[in-house]
């Protein structure tokens, strides 16, 4: 499956989970900044990806709240470099340079964009 | 106040479908004060009915032990209103099953006519999120489904009853 291809189902997904419109769906979007997801419209994208892409999305693979949570990989609300180590290890479709300047526990959940959804889902289908 | 939005379940296959029965009746409070002079149906509470019968499946297909909440409706669409004297037949399928959630698609039929469509999802109560302990009373969900039917019609995957769950 090409990436215009991805990219299109996985729009079509979250137009559908947020209600936003597809001109909003664009690949440099941060899903809760900028589309306002909620942390229950999550799971209801996993479903609608898992659907739309015939794959499996187990959670810790979207949402490493266990290393997040982890006193060993966090230190003061701060990331631990052990702990990017492992964010990069379970997360390397995502783009975590941003994140790794300041990387504050608290600042995760706005990190996923759009961009990042389709190379998660690109790396599930390769 | 009784909040029975489905008669009786008709048909119950444990992590497949189920399906219910809403019988629409003028007696029905809610039917007359939401649109006087024009009785019908609230499209509302045809979602309810099929999150109680969605509900339920999901539940079950999880041994009862979660605490299952309606999270989001996802499309709804409504081709007829119901009217005083309409039985809506409601079929509900399991659609999504993860951890912490479900997803079902929904449909109700009033005769041949195709009166709603509507996908729901389920996502489930952490300990201590919102209240803590179980969401029914002991006794309490056991004595509602038997009120619908529910375990005259139940069946697991090999069509031999659900099992006797003791935290009912």
Request: aromatic share 10%; glycine share 8%.
């Given at each position: 499956?090409?990436?215009?291809?991805?990219?299109?189902?996985?729009?079509?997904?979250?137009?559908?989970?947020?209600?936003?419109?597809?001109?909003?769906?664009?690949?440099?979007?941060?899903?809760?900044?900028?589309?306002?997801?909620?942390?229950?419209?999550?799971?209801?994208?996993?479903?609608?990806?898992?659907k739309?892409?015939?794959?499996?999305?187990?959670?810790?693979?979207?949402?490493?709240?266990?290393?997040?949570?982890?006193?060993?990989y966090?230190?003061?609300?701060?990331?631990?470099?052990?702990?990017?180590?492992?964010?990069?290890?379970?997360?390397?479709?995502?783009?975590?340079?941003e994140?790794?300047?300041?990387?504050?526990?608290?600042?995760?959940?706005?990190?996923?964009?759009?961009?990042?959804?389709?190379?998660?889902?690109?790396?599930?289908?390769? | 106040?009784?909040?029975?939005?489905?008669?009786?379940?008709?048909?119950?296959?444990?992590?497949?479908?189920?399906?219910?029965?809403?019988?629409?009746?003028?007696?029905?409070?809610?039917?007359?004060?939401y649109?006087?002079g024009?009785?019908?149906?609230?499209?509302?509470?045809?979602?309810?009915?099929?999150?109680?019968?969605?509900?339920?499946?999901?539940?079950?297909?999880?041994a009862?032990?979660?605490?299952?909440?309606?999270?989001?409706?996802?499309?709804?669409?409504?081709?007829?209103?119901?009217?005083?004297?309409?039985?809506?037949?409601?079929?509900?399928?399991?659609?999504?099953?993860?951890?912490?959630?479900?997803?079902?698609?929904?449909?109700?039929?009033?005769?041949?006519?195709?009166?709603?469509?509507?996908?729901?999802?389920?996502?489930?109560?952490?300990?201590?999120?919102?209240?803590?302990?179980?969401l029914?009373?002991?006794?309490?969900?056991?004595?509602?489904?038997?009120?619908?039917?529910?375990?005259?019609?139940?069946?697991?995957?090999?069509?031999?009853?659900?099992?006797?769950?003791?935290?009912?």
């Open positions: 499956m090409s990436d215009d291809e991805i990219f299109e189902k996985v729009q079509e997904s979250l137009i559908e989970a947020l209600g936003v419109d597809d001109d909003e769906v664009t690949p440099e979007a941060t899903l809760v900044g900028d589309l306002g997801a909620e942390s229950i419209d999550f799971l209801d994208i996993v479903f609608k990806l898992e739309a892409f015939d794959i499996t999305i187990p959670r810790e693979e979207l949402s490493p709240e266990d290393i997040l949570t982890n006193s060993q966090v230190l003061d609300g701060v990331v631990t470099a052990d702990g990017m180590a492992e964010l990069k290890r379970r997360m390397p479709w995502a783009n975590l340079e994140f790794e300047k300041s990387p504050k526990v608290q600042d995760f959940g706005n990190l996923l964009t759009v961009g990042d959804l389709c190379a998660y889902v690109g790396s599930k289908l390769s | 106040m009784r909040w029975f939005w489905v008669d009786r379940f008709t048909e119950f296959v444990s992590g497949s479908h189920a399906k219910g029965i809403k019988n629409v009746a003028l007696d029905e409070e809610v039917l007359d004060e649109q006087p024009f009785p019908y149906l609230p499209s509302t509470v045809i979602i309810e009915g099929m999150a109680q019968i969605g509900g339920i499946l999901v539940a079950e297909h999880f009862f032990d979660k605490r299952v909440v309606l999270a989001k409706v996802g499309k709804a669409t409504f081709h007829e209103v119901a009217r005083p004297g309409d039985q809506l037949r409601y079929t509900v399928k399991m659609d999504g099953i993860q951890p912490d959630g479900a997803t079902v698609a929904t449909t109700s039929y009033c005769g041949d006519v195709l009166q709603a469509e509507i996908e729901l999802m389920f996502a489930f109560l952490e300990p201590n999120r919102i209240m803590d302990g179980p029914f009373k002991p006794g309490d969900l056991r004595a509602m489904l038997r009120l619908m039917n529910f375990f005259h019609v139940a069946v697991d995957r090999n069509g031999d009853p659900i099992p006797d769950y003791a935290n009912l």
